[in-house]
């Protein structure tokens, strides 16, 4: 799953490419279905689904599914992502998902509680700047009880980047 910020920014396939192996299915949270009609996910090289609200244009949603996408309904407004892992789960199948999110898929999904763990990839160079995306936005911490804890599962090298695995611990549960 990617959000559509990504999407419009990246252009991602979303595909296995490199090792041999079935492409996982593409799930985009698209509130408006506003994706660029030649948006590489839009492709026919892998099973698509695109998160609208009730409130996306028709014409959008229409345009999407013209591409061969799956277009499904979660939420009023926004994209309700508690809604649309239960369609996944039940329509799907999907027990297990991997998020690329950028930084608001990322908080929302820890938000509603709907992410188990976490793995990081830390590169050998340092990249900042004002403007430079951070793991997870509009996450306002005031007390150090509302941080989300993480238990480190395991760690290791992957050529020259270290990649560390982290349970997420939710307070209260």
């Not at 244009?57 to 892992?85: F, K």
Request: hydrophobic share 45%; net charge negative.
């Amino acid at each position: 799953m990617v959000g559509a910020n990504t999407i419009r920014i990246d252009n991602s396939f979303l595909t296995v490419r490199l090792v041999e192996g079935k492409s996982p299915l593409r799930v985009i949270p698209s509130a408006r279905a506003d994706i660029p009609p030649d948006a590489n996910v839009l492709g026919p090289d892998a099973r698509t689904v695109v998160a609208v609200s009730a409130a996306a244009p028709p014409e959008n949603v229409a345009r999407i599914r013209e591409s061969g996408v799956d277009v499904v309904v979660a939420g009023t407004d926004e994209v309700d992502l508690p809604e649309l892992m239960r369609i996944l789960k039940r329509d799907y199948g999907v027990d297990r998902m991997m998020i690329e999110g950028g930084p608001t898929l990322n908080w929302s999904m820890l938000n509603h509680r709907l992410v188990d763990e976490i793995r990081l990839i830390h590169l050998p160079f340092i990249v900042g700047g004002a403007d430079t995306p951070s793991l997870v936005g509009g996450m306002h911490i005031e007390t150090e009880d509302e941080m989300i804890r993480l238990s480190l599962k395991q760690c290791f090298m992957c050529g020259s980047n270290l990649v560390t695995e982290w349970n997420v611990l939710y307070r209260g549960s």
